[in-house]
């Protein structure tokens, strides 16, 4: 087995409930190794959004930038997460079809230049890690009574354990974790229900109206739109015959269900909450056991949705070119991500947090439009096995160019506390760069990545893949 081989495949588990440590990275799944039922993707995608960040989001609605009121927030707010959601919804669908996960997928088409989108799926992960991890740790300092940082030292070994076992301990922990946070967040919906109110107006008017709710829609799409780059990470293993329309439906309602319940929570406290940290939850929470219960759901939340950032980072970066075990990039994830969060806890929060936000977001539409008008134009057929050897990959150029121009296009369009384009303000500060991103990017590699050939294979084949450390055998993928 040569050093590549070592580094992208390994052990991995077998079967539901496995726990045996991942050590498997980018390389596909072999057809004989696939496994797992439906349901989990529904919780795989519904735990990890129950978290603070969600809160804070809803109660943006109401912020005198956005200012739409109640009404139209609960609008924007559904509106802006069934569109966040629809593109890992439908990536998600290719991890059963190919074994891959979704940033080495990404090397199909970027060849080469994946180093560009992998590096920024890599720092997206610590950037989210961090802005999580700064709810989490105030929780579990304010529930156990200790400093901050030792309580998002806490936060970052869990987490870190859960991302360095891998994908099989992922998916076991968000479903029973599925089951504990909705029972947490339904009794916080209770309590919010009687001191919270819907009767919000509006305070900004006329076209500036129209600019906020874009705006909030913006927003909320921004919370989940990011899921697009890990979807296949977590439906790889499964079987080729698992039903498409199952995995995206099922994939859209755990994303939608759980980031809609809590926003809406967040829109409806907006008001009254005096703060919106953990300890601002607590206190709306009433204090008492609600508000104990309250803090140990914002850490669980906070262990669950890190964890996949780990994990997918840790993909993503060897998706990039980097030839680091799986586990060993899960734990410099999480490392990285403590002296970020460090930071996002001192000074404005509002601000750092929706810039950051944004930012880590804006080229995600560029990346999947790019990937999805590859996608089509092979008829859904490729070489998984492919990916492996750098030096065989394509220089992806154009699907890079596309990438890039589609983000330059669409800055005119972006607004944040850090930067307004002058398209934004002609809006009357409405983000429609998400849109204009997606679309520029995909019409450019239509236009120019048609006239060039693929360098990647883009018919069924039959194709080794490395076999686990140990196995003594090798196995075969059959791609249909």
Same mark, same amino acid.
């Given at each position: 087995?040569?050093?590549? =081989?070592?580094? #992208?495949? %390994?052990?991995?588990?077998?079967?539901?409930?496995?726990?045996?440590?991942?050590?498997?990275?980018?390389?596909?799944?072999?057809?004989? =190794?696939?496994?797992?039922? $439906?349901?989990?993707? #529904?919780?795989?995608? #519904?735990?990890?959004?129950?978290?603070?960040?969600?809160?804070?989001?809803?109660?943006?609605?109401?912020?005198?930038?956005?200012?739409?009121? #109640? %009404?139209?927030?609960?609008?924007?707010?559904?509106?802006?997460?069934?569109?966040?959601? +629809?593109?890992?919804?439908?990536?998600?669908?290719?991890?059963?079809?190919?074994?891959?996960?979704?940033?080495?997928?990404?090397?199909?088409?970027?060849?080469?230049?994946? $180093?560009?989108?992998?590096?920024?799926?890599?720092?997206?992960?610590?950037?989210?890690?961090?802005?999580?991890?700064?709810?989490?740790?105030? @929780?579990?300092?304010?529930?156990?009574?200790?400093?901050?940082? +030792?309580?998002?030292?806490?936060?970052?070994?869990?987490?870190?354990?859960?991302?360095?076992?891998?994908?099989?301990?992922?998916?076991?922990?968000?479903?029973?974790?599925?089951?504990?946070?909705?029972?947490?967040?339904?009794?916080?919906?209770?309590?919010?229900?009687?001191?919270?109110?819907?009767?919000?107006?509006?305070?900004?008017?006329?076209?500036?109206?129209?600019?906020?709710?874009?705006?909030?829609?913006?927003?909320?799409?921004?919370?989940?739109?990011?899921?697009?780059?890990?979807?296949?990470?977590?439906?790889?293993?499964?079987?080729?015959?698992?039903?498409?329309?199952?995995?995206?439906?099922?994939?859209?309602?755990?994303?939608?269900?759980?980031?809609?319940?809590?926003?809406?929570?967040?829109?409806?406290?907006?008001?009254?909450?005096? =703060?919106?940290?953990?300890?601002?939850?607590?206190?709306?929470?009433?204090?008492?056991?609600? %508000?104990?219960?309250?803090?140990?759901?914002?850490?669980?939340? !906070?262990?669950? *949705?890190?964890?996949?950032?780990?994990?997918?980072?840790?993909?993503?970066?060897?998706?990039?070119?980097?030839?680091?075990?799986?586990?060993?990039?899960?734990?410099? *994830? !999480?490392?990285?991500?403590?002296?970020?969060?460090?930071?996002?806890?001192?000074?404005?929060?509002?601000?750092?947090?929706?810039?950051?936000?944004?930012?880590?977001?804006?080229?995600?539409?560029?990346?999947?439009?790019?990937?999805?008008?590859?996608?089509?134009?092979?008829?859904?057929?490729?070489?998984?096995?492919?990916?492996?050897?750098?030096?065989?990959?394509?220089?992806?150029?154009?699907?890079?160019?596309?990438?890039?121009?589609?983000?330059?296009?669409?800055?005119?369009?972006?607004?944040?506390?850090?930067?307004?384009?002058?398209?934004?303000?002609? +809006?009357?500060?409405?983000?429609? @760069?998400?849109?204009?991103?997606?679309?520029? @990017?995909?019409?450019?590699?239509?236009?120019?990545?048609?006239?060039?050939?693929? %360098?990647?294979?883009? *018919?069924? *084949? !039959?194709?080794?893949?490395?076999?686990?450390?140990?196995?003594?055998?090798?196995?075969?993928?059959?791609?249909?």
């Amino acid at each position: 087995m040569n050093s590549t =081989d070592q580094a #992208f495949s %390994g052990a991995r588990p077998s079967r539901e409930g496995d726990l045996t440590l991942e050590m498997h990275g980018m390389a596909p799944i072999p057809e004989t =190794d696939r496994y797992g039922g $439906l349901l989990r993707v #529904f919780t795989v995608w #519904f735990t990890p959004n129950l978290v603070p960040a969600g809160f804070f989001i809803g109660t943006l609605a109401t912020a005198s930038f956005v200012g739409v009121g #109640f %009404g139209l927030g609960l609008v924007a707010i559904l509106v802006g997460t069934v569109i966040g959601s +629809l593109p890992a919804a439908y990536l998600g669908t290719w991890g059963p079809r190919t074994g891959l996960g979704q940033l080495p997928l990404g090397r199909l088409v970027f060849g080469r230049s994946t $180093l560009l989108p992998g590096g920024l799926m890599w720092l997206s992960t610590i950037a989210w890690d961090a802005i999580n991890a700064l709810f989490g740790a105030e @929780a579990l300092a304010l529930l156990i009574h200790v400093p901050f940082w +030792l309580g998002l030292a806490v936060i970052l070994v869990l987490q870190g354990l859960l991302g360095l076992m891998g994908y099989e301990m992922v998916h076991t922990f968000q479903k029973w974790m599925s089951i504990v946070l909705a029972l947490m967040f339904l009794l916080l919906t209770i309590r919010i229900s009687s001191v919270g109110t819907a009767s919000i107006p509006a305070t900004a008017h006329g076209a500036g109206l129209a600019g906020g709710f874009v705006l909030m829609v913006t927003l909320s799409a921004s919370f989940v739109i990011a899921w697009a780059t890990y979807a296949a990470d977590y439906t790889r293993y499964m079987k080729p015959t698992t039903s498409r329309a199952g995995v995206f439906w099922l994939t859209l309602a755990g994303l939608t269900v759980s980031s809609v319940w809590v926003e809406v929570l967040g829109l409806a406290a907006s008001k009254i909450a005096s =703060d919106q940290t953990a300890a601002g939850m607590r206190t709306l929470a009433g204090g008492g056991v609600l %508000g104990v219960l309250v803090l140990i759901a914002v850490a669980i939340g !906070t262990v669950s *949705v890190n964890a996949m950032n780990d994990y997918s980072g840790s993909l993503s970066l060897q998706a990039a070119g980097a030839r680091i075990l799986r586990p060993a990039v899960a734990v410099i *994830v !999480t490392v990285v991500a403590f002296g970020l969060t460090l930071w996002l806890n001192t000074g404005d929060l509002a601000a750092k947090f929706t810039n950051i936000l944004l930012f880590i977001t804006y080229w995600v539409p560029c990346y999947v439009a790019v990937v999805v008008v590859d996608w089509y134009r092979r008829g859904g057929r490729v070489n998984p096995s492919a990916i492996l050897d750098s030096a065989t990959l394509p220089s992806g150029w154009t699907a890079l160019v596309a990438l890039v121009v589609g983000f330059l296009v669409s800055i005119p369009f972006m607004d944040t506390s850090l930067y307004v384009g002058p398209a934004a303000k002609a +809006l009357q500060g409405a983000d429609i @760069a998400y849109s204009v991103g997606f679309l520029v @990017a995909g019409g450019v590699y239509a236009a120019i990545g048609a006239r060039v050939p693929h %360098g990647v294979a883009a *018919v069924p *084949v !039959t194709v080794p893949v490395p076999p686990p450390a140990g196995s003594g055998g090798a196995s075969e993928l059959s791609q249909a």
